[in-house]
């Protein structure tokens, strides 16, 4: 971990998300790095949770004051740090491609739904042991468009759903109590130029800016894309799983 200074040691800074702290993870990559600038911008004090290594400088002020270095399997090392975020983004993932054998969907489905899900309850246990602040916790989901949407990338598709479908759940299950201590936001994102994707339609700041100002409208399913369909879809599909899995449900949460 290599860390510039601390948030107490910080000049003051104004915005939307000044002293809150925001755990960014696949803060390395083009979504994260724009994120982090975007959020900088606000206020936040960022921390990057990333598989890379740190950068041997802070070479200007748009980058993550803190950087963390941690890998898949290993959440529970990041504990520490998550008991002293205010908002953490989940963003890591992977894109195998047409890549369909069983080690790839393996490592897939780990990268891309086991570790956010781990880290999702993790998170979750913190924020319930931690419910007299003045504002709740944060936790933002990165599941893609490729959630319901084809992404030419079957084991990429498979991932996104299973990661869409746990936060839906989620959303439909927690009770009065866990719902003030912790706000749960799902990032439903087009495709964006990055390494994963080199011909995306959209930059991955304008896509970052867009999330932040959205957040700040107060929506919890942000979208982010240039097809109109999945504006469409999106809240249509969340609402027929918010149906069915309370129709379904036999442990309601304790309010």
């Known amino acids: 971990m290599a860390n510039q200074a601390s948030p107490s040691s910080a000049p003051l ?30 206020g936040a004090w960022v921390i990057a949770l ?24 290993e959440e529970r090392q990041l504990e520490p740090i998550l008991k002293n975020v205010d908002v953490l983004v989940l963003n890591h993932g992977m894109n195998p491609g047409g890549d369909q054998c069983p080690e790839t969907l393996s490592k897939t489905l780990e990268v891309n739904a086991f570790s956010h899900w781990r880290l999702m309850q993790q998170f979750e246990t913190i924020a319930d042991q931690d419910q007299n602040r003045e504002k709740p916790r944060e936790l933002w989901v990165n599941t893609s468009e490729a959630e319901i949407q084809p992404a030419l990338s079957p084991g990429y598709e498979l991932s996104k759903r299973l990661i869409g479908e746990l936060v839906s759940l989620r959303w439909n299950n927690r009770s009065a109590s866990q719902g ?12 964006f130029r990055s390494n994963l ?5 959209l930059t991955s700041g304008f896509v970052a800016n867009q999330v932040i100002w959205q957040a700040n409208l107060g929506v919890n399913l942000i979208i982010v894309t240039p097809n109109p369909l999945t504006y469409l879809l999106m809240p249509f599909v969340e609402l027929v799983r918010r149906v069915y899995c309370r129709a379904l449900r036999i442990n309601p949460p304790v309010r």
């Open 13 to 42: 800074q104004s915005g939307r998300w000044a002293g809150r702290t925001v755990g960014i993870t696949g803060a390395s990559g083009a979504l994260g790095r724009a994120l982090t600038k975007a959020l900088i911008g606000e």
């Open 50 to 73: 990333s598989h890379s290594p740190p950068p041997k400088a802070q070479a200007s002020i748009d980058e993550a004051q803190e950087w963390v270095r941690w890998s898949c399997g």
């Open 197 to 201: 994707n080199p011909i995306g339609l």
């Open 180 to 191: 003030k201590a912790l706000r749960l936001r799902k990032l439903i994102l087009g495709p």
